[in-house]
């Protein structure tokens, strides 16, 4: 330190030796002249480690930090300004550290320069910090720019001051084109006003979370749910908000839906006119629309909730409301079983119900839902119905009979003996007769399919024997026209367990269609054989046929095709009808192939016994012939 | 069974007078001797005093039914076994199809029959063909 007087020199080596920053001195060639002790107590290497050596002949500099240090002292030395710079030391126990370094010129009397002066301070401690919190703002950085959540900052006046890339794209804008903008810019004036209210909250420092309308760039409506809190200054000034906005617009939009859905269904069933209750699986009424209540005669819904549906049926069903249970639930729903049903106050009506089973979302069963209707209305036109048919029955069917008896016996001579034109007219009147017994006939039979009281009554049945005898009972018709009968099938029994009434009915009906619409000189054909478990019976005539746009109607009751209309005026259009009733009744099948001027086959299918479900036996009050003549 | 000779006995219980009339003189023709009744009770009453070979019986009659009629009868020693025909319009009445099927009696829809047929209808009653 020869460039500083004594005096001065000790007080320099007062203040070189005490000062907090490590000071290194370099001569010309760049090696150590000096060093305070902070420099030791800094790195670790006493003086003589260091003076009398350069800078790269000691290790305390890593390579990249002593190549800068060598050419900042060059630069230094020529005299350039180097702002404070960083370096890289290591401690003679290896620990790394950062010091920021300037170098001053050192000067002798001459001015000529000596050496430099190069102070370091520590800066190790705050370079950490520094990368803590660089790494810190990383993070919060990402969290930010990829959060779910939109981000958006206003200032105190409600400027858009940030918006993290999210929350310009659920508003569809870019994030530059929202800064700057205010807050109001992205609503409607309806959301304005709710928006003022908010931010005056905000502004006396409530957090709070709420739902929210804004309005999308494109001019669409997005809905968010937002989580807002007030930002402060140190003195607690409100300087603006925060707000974390998530995009909720599917959410509500299915909210809506199920609620819109919901509503359409309470109103259906509210609306309904029929009583629709809903039950647990043990029958207590859980809820039910207005119509349960006035068909069951509660005034209040909450006297009817809670009680069992059990009380609401005749005690004489309650087994086979019990059974109805379980086989509803065995098989998802259960359709029109009629019951006895209870009023409020004990008074019986006969009702129908209809249920079903509800499953939770595990397909679990949860309620029953039952329809019930009254059918009393009903049963009193059925009613109405089958007194007027057994009315015609009776009322009709006994003048029949005394004026079919009566011509009978005049015909036979009972009376004395006849001309022949006598005979001859009562014979027209016997045969008018006859087709008047057989119309009532088939009006009955129609009375019984409607109230489904046709009875299906099993036996063995020779279908060979059926259409012989309805083919000799017709035989005067087919000798009249010249017709051709062909029977394809061998004169041997062919036996079905079925029905003998209903055989007697198809087949009289299509033979003698076949006879009636087949002109003179024309054929027709018979064949009989078995196809699986069922009969099959062809009927094909060389007659009339039936019109190809007609085609879809003949089992039509009282259809009769056009072309026969005009040939013969005399059929009444229920024969078809009848037959294909009554075949379907012991699951049957009927159908033809036609061509107009052609011919018609028609095609009947028998199931070779009849299945216990279609046996009606007896339920019925009325019979159609007993004429079973064995 | 056969009688020989002597005319058979038939019961017809019918309250239709014009009905009676025609299987009466019917049956005459056909060599029965014939017995009307017009309703349940005269029926019941003439068979337990003449016991005929055969009763055709009507459903509706005043005073006595013919269902009524046949269960009373079928309850006496005698009428238990007596072949009877329901003879009726009114096809009507369980009572009738559970009566054909205890093979209690056969019976008949009017309108269907000609009197011819029911006469064969009877005379194959009485005498059955195996």
Redesign the interface.
Known sequence: MGFFSSKEKDKYKLVFDLSPEAIVILDLKGNVTDINGRVFDWLGFKPEEMIGKSLAQIPFLNKESLIRAQENFKKRLAGQKIPPYELDFVTKNGEKLVGRVTASQITNGNKKITGLLVMISDITRQKESEENLKESEEKYRQLVELAQEGIWLIDEKSITTFVNPRMAEILGYKSEEMIGKHLFSFMDEKEVKIAEEKLERRKKGIKEQHDFEFLKKDGSRVYTSLETSPIVDRDGRYIGALAVVADITQRRQMELKLKESEEKYRNIIDSSPDAITITDLNGKIVNCNQAALELYGFSKKEDYIGISSFNLISQKDHQQATKSMAKTLKERSLKNIEYTLLRKDGREFPGELSASVIYNDKNEPIFFMAITRDISERKRIDRAKSEFT?LA??QL??P???M???T??LL?G?AGALKKQQKKYLKEIYDANDNL?KL??ML?NISRIDLGTFIVNPSKVDLIKVINKIIKNLSFQVKEKKLKIEKKYPEKPFLLDTDQNIMNIVLQNLLSNAIRYTSDKGKITISIRKQGSFALIEISDTGYGIPEDQQSQIFSRFFRAENIKRKDTSGIGLGLYIAKSVIEQIKGEISFKSEENKGTNFYVKIPLELSKKSIK??KS???????T?K | MIQKQKNRKILIAED?E??LH??T??FN?AEFDVFGAKNGEEGLEIAFKEHPDVILIDI?MPKMDGMTMLKKLRENEWGKNVPAIILT??????K???A??DGIC???????????EIVK?VKKLLHPVK
């Not at chain 1, 009050?621 to 004429?627: C, E, H, L, Q």
């Not at chain 2, 319009?89 to 369980?94: C, P, R």
């Open positions: 057994s029955s009776h069917r006994t029949l009979s005394i079919s008896w009566y009978e016996m036979k009972r017994i009532v006939n009955l036996k007896y009050i009325y019979f159609y012939d007993s004429k003549k | 239709e014009s009905m025609a299987l003189d019917t023709n509706l319009n009114l096809s009507d009445v369980e009738i199809a559970e054909v099927e056969n019976y008949l829809v009017k309108t269907e029959w000609s009197l011819e209808k």
